[in-house]
């Protein structure tokens, strides 16, 4: 079955660093997710993708925050300087379409933010 | 801002025994998805429901969709150990995001 692949699984950053996160969406999906999850939280939207361009964000993904599908295959999440409560599970996803397909997720990324 | 509600936030059964999960939410809508995680991995899709009425099963699980009364159920018949994780609903209100709920985690006792 087709799959969201995440790297890294587990990334540890001191304050104030970029860190990029990766995605390698399933191939024939054209929407592109990031949601992250704080420990024992909900999972909270980020921002969708589709057509090459940002189609929503939500009010967490600030000017700090940016994504870019840089060669067709990979989507990437962007943190510039990174601050300790950015300490939590990143996870992309990918649909084939909106409504009826659903979201596949990824494994997540766990940021450490120290 | 769409809200969405599930309740209980814990649930700890007795295997065998039979609960529901409730997701409520605030705005309307008539595409509404149920996730499965366990602890430290990712979300795994069980339902997509995306209609007035619409019922899903699989296995002992069965989720339904009320939009008229903003509601979706997630039944357990005769709980098992393996069903023990925590069950997200996520509600589309057709723009390029799901809203997820607050989670319901569930401990199945043998």
């Known amino acids: 079955e087709p799959e969201v692949t995440q790297t890294p699984s587990h990334q540890v950053t001191q304050m104030g660093q970029e860190v990029i996160l990766r995605c390698v969406p399933i191939?024939?999906?054209?929407?592109f997710y990031w949601y992250r999850q704080i420990l024992g939280q909900k999972v909270e939207f980020l921002v969708s993708?589709?057509?090459?361009?940002?189609?929503?964000k939500s009010e967490i993904f600030d000017d700090q925050f940016s994504v870019e599908r840089p060669d067709g295959s990979n989507f990437t999440l962007k943190i510039r300087s990174t601050k300790l409560e950015d300490s939590a599970m990143y996870f992309c996803?990918?649909?084939?379409?909106?409504?009826?397909?659903?979201?596949?997720f990824g494994s997540g990324t766990r940021l450490t933010v120290v | 801002e769409l809200k969405v509600e599930q309740n209980p936030l814990f649930l700890s059964m007795q295997e065998g025994k039979n609960y529901t999960i409730y997701c409520n939410y605030s705005?309307?809508?008539?595409?509404l998805y149920w996730y499965r995680q366990d602890p430290g991995k990712s979300l795994e899709s069980l339902f997509v429901?995306?209609?007035?009425?619409a019922v899903k099963q699989e296995g002992r699980l069965m989720a339904s969709l009320d939009t008229k009364a903003r509601l979706s159920t997630l039944h357990i018949t005769a709980a098992v150990h393996d069903l023990s994780a925590t069950y997200f609903c996520a509600v589309d209100i057709r723009t390029y995001k799901y809203i997820f709920g607050t989670g319901t985690r569930l401990k199945v006792l043998a």
């Open positions: 705005t309307t809508s008539d595409r």
């Open positions: 429901l995306l209609s007035n009425g």
């Open positions: 993708f589709y057509n090459n361009e940002i189609s929503e």
């Open positions: 996803a990918s649909s084939a379409g909106t409504g009826y397909y659903g979201y596949t």
């Open positions: 191939s024939n999906h054209l929407y």
